[in-house]
């Protein structure tokens, strides 16, 4: 853990710079890609989650989340009767989208979604700007939290780029771990 500590806080350092053609981009070792991540998923306060409905069919909607942990568990919170809460119980597989106009950068959170209903989880993880929205933490919300599995990168700014010839964005396996209650 204090490796990972080290290097996602020397990377950024890495990124810090715009690629040219003077400065070529870093290696993409899975470290430069966390840190190119963590700093795209920085700049974007509302990024897109998206679920499968009943007959298949993706549905995506605006979230605000928290920002990711250190295992890339992110926690957002919603009304319990919405679609989503539905979705993520008939089919647990999502992507949180996060899309950097300024940069034209993503990453793409593929992994697993879980309702928690309980006060003392809601109360860990709870931000207090959702409060203006859920004024009754016990019966008007409720929290998903988003395990990843994966993270596909795009970034030419910070030099992390997909295939010339498919355009596959780079990926980062995260290391499965459920997150804290």
Same mark, same amino acid.
């Given at each position: 853990m204090r490796i990972l500590s080290a290097v996602l806080c020397a990377a950024p350092m890495l990124l810090s710079a715009q690629v040219t053609p003077e400065r070529p981009p870093p290696p993409l070792t899975p470290a430069v890609l966390e840190a190119a991540a963590r700093q795209i998923v920085a700049s974007v306060a509302y990024p897109t989650f998206i679920t499968t409905d009943a007959k298949g069919h993706p549905q995506a909607r605006t979230v605000q989340p928290m920002a990711p942990d250190s295992s890339w568990a992110v926690w957002f919170a919603t009304n319990p009767r919405t679609r989503k809460v539905a979705e993520i119980a008939r /089919?647990?597989?999502?992507?949180? /989208?996060?899309? %950097?106009?300024?940069?034209?950068?993503?990453?793409?959170?593929?992994? #697993?979604? &879980?309702?928690?209903? %309980? &006060?003392?989880?809601? %109360?860990? /993880?709870?931000?207090? $700007?959702?409060? $203006?929205?859920?004024?009754?933490?016990?019966?008007?919300? !409720? =929290? !998903? !939290?988003?395990?990843?599995?994966? =993270?596909?990168?795009?970034?030419?700014?910070? +030099?992390?780029? +997909? %295939?010339?010839?498919?355009? #596959?964005?780079? $990926?980062?396996?995260?290391? &499965?771990? #459920?997150? &804290?209650?």
């Open positions: /089919h647990p597989h999502v992507v949180l /989208h996060y899309f %950097d106009p300024v940069t034209q950068s993503y990453v793409a959170l593929v992994g #697993r979604a &879980r309702v928690v209903r %309980d &006060r003392a989880t809601k %109360d860990a /993880h709870w931000n207090p $700007t959702w409060s $203006t929205f859920y004024p009754d933490r016990d019966t008007s919300v !409720v =929290l !998903v !939290v988003v395990q990843a599995e994966r =993270l596909e990168i795009v970034s030419a700014k910070l +030099g992390v780029e +997909g %295939d010339k010839a498919t355009w #596959r964005p780079p $990926t980062l396996a995260v290391r &499965r771990s #459920r997150p &804290r209650q």
